[in-house]
């Protein structure tokens, strides 16, 4: 039996990805070869984008197989790409014994596909390829070189210099095929050129194939560039003239043809004797109906099967998919409401027992229904990364500093919707990372560091969230110049107590930057309040953490997904909220007396730790409904941000599906949408990372 590697999951789910892009590349690989063989078969001119086509599938599959490690994939799919590279360019002929060799490529891949993760099949496809390879290698063949096909031609010879190899082929291949060869000029005032071009080239481009969109030597004055567009086609120039209705263009013939568009043009770049149809029974030595060595399938007979089992689909139909899920939860809440009322009456309480077991399994099967929902909706924030990363080379290039990026936890997972949202925040924090942070190569050598400074990107999942630091060992945030710039701006008052939390805080005010200068990448006073926007809207918080001369780290805090969550029902004066469960820390019963004031905030002692507390009903502007001196306090928190809650009484746990809500009191801060329990009752979902950013920096009176 076969030895598989022992893989993580993280390798496995990698595996799995690229056994599905690739698959699709294979694919439309085999579609396109089909073509090409009917093409060459029937000995007339084969389509150059056909081929085009093929060479860049063969380029991308060999990108991707080199991104994932697979160097077989990778071997074979360079030289497949250097056959279908001289296909284009005419360095081989479309009749050479390489182009068949393609087929048996192309089914190779699928068995080095349905290999991965098979140590020893990998190996034993591996040792095909080299075979293979070699085969391709010894049947690569160039075309003679042609001498004074050009010649004929009433062309500048400047223009004819000026092309480029693919250009030339294109050109040679259609002169050999007999077809007119056309050249269109025409002048352009300098501001709008691109405009006029465009318009030229639109009103040809179906007339023929454009080889060549180049400058041209002409009469033009200085405020004017001319353009000389080579055409190859079956009209004359009268023709093609005829439908070019731009004013001062010319059409002129450089090369008459031999063919008429009624007639079968030879086929491009094949030898007469080379051109009559292939029979469908027949087989040539080395063409891909002969059986290999390799003991590879015959073309006609593979299996068909996909190998990965991934389908694509839109974002659009798992959401409408996580609506429908959603419904099923609030009518579950409401059947288990009907089960409690039938089992409390004498009865129809053996009924609602029966009703129970029932509920019970529906239950059961309902939550399996949502946790594979959810799975589904779930990517890596490798995507992320991806983006970040690019950005980064060309900010490193533009702001000439030596930058090592650094990722770790690309695998961890995140909802969609959330790591679509996700990247411009990330991509402020790491902007300003290498704009304010990073110092200049002379300062960090002078402070004693390494020349190379590092920007780190690490996510990890804490619980039912997910955390992604950013960390730089740059300067750090200096403290006294954040809190200057806060007096300056009105925020800060002169004497008032800030603790350093409170005082790196004040990033995330809008206006307020440590930049001197502002550039095109910073200082503007500009992002980071719309980091904390961004985030507070995805149920996130944002952290921030700074020494002095050693660097900084911004954390931001992230529910896994705002599709279906757990939620602790509260309730504060005349009106219940949900709270999500994924924020919940604790809840407690406290006394009146238990309640501490200072600087107008009232603070609860919580084992040692003050904890500041926030009373929801006058939060809201709403009467306390508890008459007692008993309350409820649930600690909600993220990261390292805690506040409390005072509430009048608990109701229980329930699954909420969160719902936006239309309307004016979509802008109170606070509430971030709506949702149904069991009594089809509306309920407020209460907005935690809204009640987390507000309450460090929180100074008027409770």
Same mark, same amino acid.
């Given at each position: 039996?076969?030895?598989?590697?022992?893989?993580?999951?993280?390798?496995?789910?990698?595996?799995?990805?690229?056994?599905?892009?690739?698959?699709?590349?294979?694919?439309?690989?085999? !579609?396109?070869?089909?073509?090409?063989?009917?093409?060459?078969?029937?000995? /007339?001119?084969?389509?150059?984008?056909?081929?085009?086509?093929?060479?860049?599938?063969?380029?991308?599959?060999?990108?991707?197989?080199?991104?994932? /490690?697979?160097?077989?994939?990778?071997?074979?799919?360079?030289?497949?790409?250097?056959?279908?590279?001289?296909?284009?360019?005419?360095?081989?002929?479309?009749?050479?014994?390489?182009?068949?060799?393609?087929?048996?490529?192309?089914?190779?891949?699928?068995? !080095?596909?349905?290999?991965?993760?098979?140590?020893?099949?990998?190996?034993?496809?591996?040792?095909?390829?080299?075979?293979?390879?070699?085969?391709?290698?010894?049947?690569?063949?160039?075309?003679?070189?042609?001498?004074?096909?050009?010649?004929?031609?009433?062309?500048?010879?400047? !223009?004819?210099?000026?092309?480029?190899?693919?250009?030339?082929?294109?050109?040679?291949?259609?002169?050999?095929?007999?077809?007119?060869?056309?050249?269109?000029?025409?002048?352009?005032?300098?501001?709008?050129?691109?405009?006029?071009?465009?318009?030229?080239? /639109?009103?040809?481009?179906?007339?023929?194939?454009?080889?060549?969109?180049?400058?041209?030597?002409?009469?033009?004055?200085?405020?004017?560039?001319?353009?000389?567009?080579?055409?190859?086609?079956?009209?004359?120039?009268?023709?093609?003239?005829?439908?070019?209705?731009?004013?001062?263009?010319?059409?002129?013939?450089?090369?008459?043809?031999?063919?008429?568009?009624?007639?079968?043009?030879?086929?491009?770049?094949?030898?007469?004797?080379?051109?009559?149809?292939?029979?469908?029974?027949?087989?040539?030595?080395?063409?891909?109906?002969?059986?290999?060595?390799?003991?590879?399938?015959?073309?006609?007979?593979?299996?068909?099967?996909?190998?990965?089992?991934?389908?694509?689909?839109?974002?659009?139909?798992?959401?409408?998919?996580?609506?429908?899920?959603?419904?099923?939860?609030?009518?579950?809440?409401?059947?288990?409401?009907?089960?409690?009322?039938?089992?409390?009456?004498?009865?129809?309480?053996?009924?609602?027992?029966?009703?129970?077991?029932?509920?019970?399994?529906?239950?059961?099967? !309902?939550?399996?229904?949502?946790?594979?929902?959810?799975?589904?909706?779930?990517?890596?924030?490798?995507?992320?990364?991806?983006?970040?990363?690019?950005?980064?080379?060309?900010?490193?290039?533009?702001?000439?500093?030596?930058?090592?990026?650094?990722?770790?936890?690309?695998?961890?997972?995140?909802?969609?919707?959330?790591?679509?949202?996700?990247?411009?925040?990330?991509?402020?924090?790491?902007?300003?990372?290498?704009?304010?942070?990073?110092?200049?190569?002379?300062?960090?050598?002078?402070?004693?560091?390494?020349?190379?400074?590092?920007?780190?990107?690490?996510?990890?999942?804490?619980?039912?969230?997910?955390?992604?630091?950013?960390?730089?060992?740059?300067?750090?945030?200096?403290?006294?110049?954040?809190?200057?710039?806060?007096?300056?701006?009105?925020?800060?008052?002169?004497?008032?107590?800030?603790?350093?939390?409170?005082?790196?805080?004040?990033?995330?005010?809008?206006?307020?930057?440590?930049?001197?200068?502002?550039?095109?990448?910073?200082?503007?006073?500009?992002?980071?309040?719309?980091?904390?926007?961004?985030?507070?809207?995805?149920? /996130?918080?944002?952290?921030?953490?700074?020494?002095?001369?050693?660097?900084?780290?911004?954390?931001?805090?992230?529910?896994?997904?705002?599709?279906?969550?757990?939620?602790?029902?509260?309730?504060?004066?005349?009106?219940?909220?949900?709270?999500?469960?994924?924020?919940?820390?604790?809840?407690?019963?406290?006394?009146?007396?238990?309640?501490?004031?200072?600087?107008?905030?009232?603070?609860?002692?919580?084992?040692?730790?003050?904890?500041?507390?926030?009373?929801?009903?006058?939060?809201?502007?709403?009467?306390?409904?508890?008459?007692?001196?008993?309350?409820?306090?649930?600690?909600?928190?993220?990261?390292?941000?805690?506040?409390?809650?005072?509430?009048?009484?608990?109701?229980?746990?329930?699954?909420?599906?969160?719902?936006?809500?239309?309307?004016?009191?979509?802008?109170?801060?606070?509430?971030?949408?709506?949702?149904?329990?069991?009594?089809?009752?509306?309920?407020?979902?209460?907005?935690?990372?809204?009640?987390?950013?507000?309450?460090?920096?929180?100074?008027?009176?409770?």
């Amino acid at each position: 039996m076969a030895k598989r590697r022992t893989r993580s999951r993280a390798g496995r789910k990698a595996d799995q990805e690229f056994v599905s892009e690739a698959e699709e590349i294979l694919e439309r690989m085999r !579609l396109d070869l089909a073509d090409l063989s009917e093409q060459r078969a029937a000995g /007339g001119n084969v389509e150059p984008e056909l081929v085009n086509r093929l060479f860049r599938s063969a380029h991308s599959l060999k990108g991707l197989a080199g991104l994932f /490690g697979f160097e077989p994939v990778t071997d074979l799919a360079h030289h497949v790409e250097d056959v279908l590279d001289g296909l284009r360019l005419g360095r081989i002929d479309m009749q050479s014994p390489a182009v068949a060799l393609i087929d048996r490529a192309v089914a190779l891949f699928g068995t !080095l596909l349905a290999a991965v993760g098979d140590t020893e099949a990998m190996e034993a496809a591996g040792a095909r390829v080299l075979e293979l390879v070699q085969e391709i290698d010894a049947a690569k063949q160039a075309p003679a070189e042609p001498v004074g096909e050009f010649d004929t031609l009433d062309i500048d010879p400047s !223009l004819l210099r000026a092309l480029t190899e693919y250009e030339e082929h294109r050109l040679r291949e259609n002169v050999r095929g007999g077809r007119h060869i056309l050249l269109a000029e025409a002048s352009f005032p300098l501001t709008s050129f691109d405009d006029g071009l465009s318009e030229l080239s /639109g009103s040809i481009r179906d007339l023929g194939e454009v080889l060549s969109t180049l400058p041209a030597p002409g009469d033009a004055c200085q405020s004017e560039i001319r353009f000389s567009l080579l055409l190859a086609t079956e009209l004359t120039a009268e023709e093609v003239a005829a439908h070019v209705e731009l004013p001062g263009a010319t059409v002129r013939s450089v090369l008459a043809g031999t063919s008429t568009p009624a007639a079968a043009a030879p086929g491009a770049g094949v030898p007469e004797q080379a051109s009559a149809p292939v029979k469908a029974d027949s087989a040539a030595p080395g063409t891909s109906e002969t059986t290999p060595a390799g003991g590879e399938a015959h073309a006609g007979v593979e299996s068909l099967k996909s190998i990965s089992g991934t389908v694509r689909v839109d974002i659009r139909k798992l959401d409408e998919l996580m609506n429908l899920v959603g419904e099923l939860v609030i009518q579950r809440g409401a059947l288990g409401d009907l089960v409690s009322r039938l089992m409390r009456e004498a009865a129809t309480a053996r009924a609602g027992r029966d009703f129970a077991k029932v509920h019970k399994a529906l239950d059961r099967k !309902l939550r399996e229904l949502q946790s594979a929902v959810l799975e589904v909706r779930m990517v890596p924030l490798r995507q992320v990364f991806e983006k970040v990363s690019r950005v980064v080379r060309r900010l490193r290039l533009d702001l000439q500093k030596d930058v090592r990026f650094e990722l770790r936890g690309a695998d961890t997972e995140l909802d969609k919707l959330i790591v679509e949202d996700l990247v411009d925040p990330l991509m402020h924090i790491v902007r300003n990372a290498l704009d304010h942070a990073i110092e200049p190569l002379e300062e960090r050598v002078a402070a004693g560091k390494d020349p190379e400074g590092c920007i780190q990107i690490e996510a990890f999942q804490r619980g039912n969230h997910v955390v992604i630091a950013v960390s730089d060992d740059g300067r750090g945030i200096d403290l006294d110049a954040l809190r200057a710039k806060g007096e300056a701006c009105g925020i800060v008052a002169p004497n008032e107590s800030l603790s350093d939390r409170e005082v790196l805080d004040l990033i995330f005010v809008p206006g307020v930057s440590t930049k001197t200068e502002v550039t095109e990448t910073s200082g503007r006073g500009v992002g980071m309040d719309v980091v904390r926007h961004n985030l507070t809207r995805l149920g /996130g918080v944002v952290e921030v953490d700074s020494t002095p001369g050693r660097g900084a780290t911004i954390s931001m805090t992230l529910p896994i997904t705002l599709a279906i969550v757990q939620s602790l029902i509260v309730v504060a004066g005349d009106q219940r909220f949900a709270i999500p469960l994924t924020a919940v820390h604790e809840t407690l019963q406290i006394e009146s007396s238990d309640v501490q004031r200072s600087e107008d905030r009232e603070l609860l002692n919580l084992r040692g730790t003050p904890l500041l507390l926030r009373n929801l009903a006058r939060e809201f502007d709403m009467p306390a409904e508890r008459a007692d001196s008993r309350s409820f306090v649930v600690v909600i928190g993220m990261g390292d941000a805690r506040v409390g809650l005072q509430v009048d009484r608990l109701d229980g746990q329930q699954d909420t599906v969160i719902k936006p809500i239309q309307g004016p009191i979509q802008a109170i801060r606070g509430i971030a949408g709506a949702t149904e329990l069991g009594d089809q009752d509306p309920v407020l979902v209460l907005d935690v990372s809204a009640f987390l950013s507000d309450g460090p920096a929180r100074r008027e009176a409770a």
